[in-house]
């Protein structure tokens, strides 16, 4: 038993629409609060979608110098079998991680091939306690 018309035309507009609906998500989703959750939340973060391809962190070391100061050891690793230049700096945060309002430039990181450079921070005065690390796109 074939469907009518009358019943077939309806349901194949729906699927049309229902199709023409339908969107693919991309690295960031168009009201994009995560990121600001991730910065406040996250000790390395990813801001842009070709660090987000590119670039990897294998470690954090941290440790409290003598005169109560923060220092931050990054491991970055280029993921790409190319070279690339990224950007990377460090916003140090006190104890509830508010910014301290102490945070490093950004450097310019040159990764070559499958690469893993370690990059240092030092904390300006003995208030932080937290961080954050941001890589982007060298511009």
Same mark, same amino acid.
């Given at each position: 038993?074939? !469907? ?18 339908? /969107?693919?998500?991309?690295? +960031? ?14 000790? +390395? ?31 970055? =690793? ?14 140090? =945060?006190?104890?509830?991680? +508010? ?12 990764? /070559? ?8 921070? /030092?904390?300006?005065? !003995?208030?932080?306690? =937290? ?9």
């Amino acid at each position: 038993m074939n !469907p009518s018309p009358a019943v077939l035309f309806p349901c194949l507009v729906a699927l049309a629409f229902a199709a023409g609906c339908a /969107t693919e998500p991309g690295p +960031f989703p168009p009201l994009d609060t995560t990121k600001f959750t991730l910065e406040n939340t996250d000790r +390395f973060v990813l801001m842009d979608a070709p660090a987000q391809h590119s670039v990897t962190c294998t470690g954090l070391q941290e440790r409290v110098l003598a005169d109560g100061r923060l220092e931050v050891v990054a491991n970055v =690793k280029n993921r790409e079998s190319r070279r690339i230049q990224v950007q990377i700096n460090c916003v140090f =945060k006190d104890e509830q991680g +508010f910014s301290t309002g102490d945070e490093t430039p950004w450097q310019t990181l040159i990764l /070559t091939e499958n690469a893993t450079e370690a990059v240092r921070f /030092t904390a300006m005065n !003995p208030v932080a306690r =937290k961080y954050t690390v941001r890589v982007r796109q060298a511009r």
